[in-house]
C-alpha cells in the first residue's frame, strides 16, 4: 500500500536528489539553471530529480517569467522527525544540569 | 490540572531528586539559578509576567507564567514562533514537587504539542545538521 512515507524515502534515497534538497534548504530558493550549475549531472536530469522531489512533497515551484524557481518544502520532512523522544531527551539532559546545581547549593 | 486539547500532546519526564522541594523551588523560580540548568531568562513567579527563555542556540521562548504555588508547583507557557507552522510550537510546562522521604518527586509535563508538530523548540536550527547527518544513514538502509 503505497504512503507519504514510502514517497518520502523513495525521493531522498538518491544521493543527487538529495544533494539537490540539501542545497535548497542550505541556501533557500534556485532556479534549475543554478542547481544544474552546481550539480555533476545535466540539466534534464536536475528537473527530473526536482519533478520526484516535488512529487514527494520536498519542494515546491514557482513560475516566474520562463524560469522555475524551486525551495525546500521542511514541513515534508515532519514525519521522519520524532519530536516526543527530542524533547523528553532535552528534560532529561536539564534535570541532569539541575541535579548538578542543587549538589553545588549545599556547598 | 489542565486536560490538553485531545488532539495534543504531551511529554513527561520525571525524577527523584535527593533534595528537599524547598530547594528545588528555589531552582526553578531564581533567574540566576534557572540560568545555571535551563537558560538565561527574566523570570519572576508572579502569575501573568511574561518573560523570555534565550537558548543557546540563539532562539528565544515566549513565555508566561501562569501558576505558582510555592514548593509544589510551578507552570508557564513555553513558546516558539516561527514562520513555518511546522515548527511553531505552543506549549505549556507544568512543574509538580512532591516531597518523598528521601527528598523529592519532580514531574514535568509539557503538553499541547500537535501532532503535526514533529519538530521540537529551535529544532529548525538545532536539529536540522544532526538530521540530515542521520538521514544519511537511515536512507542507506531503506534500499
Same mark, same amino acid.
Request: without cysteine; aromatic residues 4%; hydrophobic residues 40%.
Given at each position: 500500500m503505497p504512503n507519504a512515507h514510502d514517497s518520502l524515502f523513495r525521493a531522498l534515497a538518491d544521493p543527487t536528489r538529495r544533494a539537490l534538497f540539501e542545497r535548497l534548504c542550505r541556501d533557500g530558493e534556485q532556479t534549475v539553471g543554478s542547481l544544474t550549475a552546481r550539480a555533476k549531472v545535466s540539466q534534464p536530469a536536475v528537473s527530473k530529480h526536482l519533478a520526484l522531489l516535488k512529487q514527494a512533497g520536498l519542494v515546491r515551484d514557482r513560475h516566474e517569467g520562463r524560469q522555475k524557481h524551486y525551495s525546500a518544502?521542511?514541513? &515534508?520532512? &515532519?514525519?521522519?522527525?520524532?519530536w516526543t523522544s527530542q524533547m523528553a531527551g532535552f528534560w532529561q539532559s536539564r534535570f541532569d544540569q539541575l541535579e548538578v546545581l542543587l549538589k553545588r547549593m549545599d556547598q | 490540572m489542565t486536560r490538553p486539547a485531545p488532539e495534543t500532546r504531551s511529554v513527561i519526564v520525571e525524577r527523584e531528586i535527593p533534595h528537599p522541594p524547598e530547594k528545588i523551588w528555589r531552582a526553578l523560580t531564581q533567574p540566576h539559578l534557572i540560568a545555571e540548568w535551563l537558560m538565561k531568562n527574566d523570570f *519572576?513567579?508572579?502569575?501573568?509576567h511574561r518573560f523570555n527563555l534565550r537558548g543557546d542556540w540563539g532562539g528565544v521562548l515566549d513565555c508566561e507564567v501562569l501558576a505558582v504555588e510555592p514548593n509544589k508547583s510551578l507552570s508557564y507557557t513555553w513558546n516558539f514562533a516561527h514562520d513555518d507552522a511546522a515548527f511553531n510550537l505552543q506549549s505549556v510546562v507544568t512543574f509538580t514537587l512532591t516531597p518523598t522521604s528521601t527528598g523529592t518527586h519532580l514531574r514535568m509535563e509539557q503538553s499541547g504539542f500537535?501532532?503535526?508538530? *514533529?519538530?521540537?523548540?529551535?529544532g529548525a536550527k538545532q536539529g536540522w545538521q544532526q538530521f540530515l547527518a542521520k538521514l544519511n544513514q537511515v536512507l542507506a538502509r531503506v534500499d
Open positions: 518544502q521542511l514541513r &515534508a520532512l &515532519a514525519p521522519l522527525i520524532d | *519572576k513567579p508572579a502569575v501573568g500537535r501532532p503535526d508538530q *514533529k519538530q521540537a523548540y529551535g
